[in-house]
């Protein structure tokens, strides 16, 4: 009988050592995956024109200690909060179709394909609402499939940006917002 009870504790303690390494995995690769996500917002003046056109240019890091494979960043702009989708559909999820961007690697995108005209910005700043909003996708090197919604909005005194409580989120924190 004391045998028996001896390869019952043998046991637990080996499903005990499997979950505590399986933990231990899933630790690690959170750990060293990349992480993808916009750091910074500005708003660029293109002077080439006799009309000065303005547009906004998002840097997106990789803070991770491994590269992002295929990332691809869709930006779009509104002036309205409700024209922001809540869901992060339109994943392309083809392989190979974005760039790599190693660890502390930087990227951007920009708003250029709607430049704004000089009436649209006064009536930003004259209080009319707009969001500068989208989703990076990426590929970690462990084969997992990543995404980061972000969402910005300028003040109106023309000094920084800042996030409303919609579409800043990312695949691991799901809330999907």
């Not at 392989?95 to 709607?114: E, Y």
Request: glycine residues 8%.
């Amino acid at each position: 009988m004391c045998e028996f009870i001896f390869k019952i504790c043998e046991l637990a303690a080996f499903i005990a050592i499997i979950f505590t390494f399986l933990e231990m995995r899933k630790t690690r690769i959170l750990d060293e995956r990349a992480w993808v996500t916009p750091f910074d917002i500005t708003t660029v003046t293109n002077n080439i024109q006799s009309n000065p056109s303005f547009f906004f240019k998002l840097l997106y890091k990789n803070t991770g200690k491994t590269p992002a494979l295929n990332v691809n960043t869709w930006i779009a702009q509104s002036g309205r909060l409700d024209d922001i989708p809540t869901n992060h559909e339109g994943d392309p999820k083809s392989p190979n179709t974005g760039m790599l961007l190693v660890p502390d690697g930087i990227g951007h995108s920009t708003t250029t394909f709607h430049p704004l005209s000089e009436s649209e910005v006064q009536a930003i700043k004259r209080g009319n609402g707009f969001y500068i909003w989208g989703i990076t996708y990426y590929d970690d090197i462990f084969g997992k499939h990543h995404w980061t919604q972000f969402c910005f909005f300028p003040f109106l005194d023309g000094t920084g940006f800042g996030t409303p409580p919609i579409h800043n989120a990312c695949d691991d924190a799901d809330n999907n917002k």
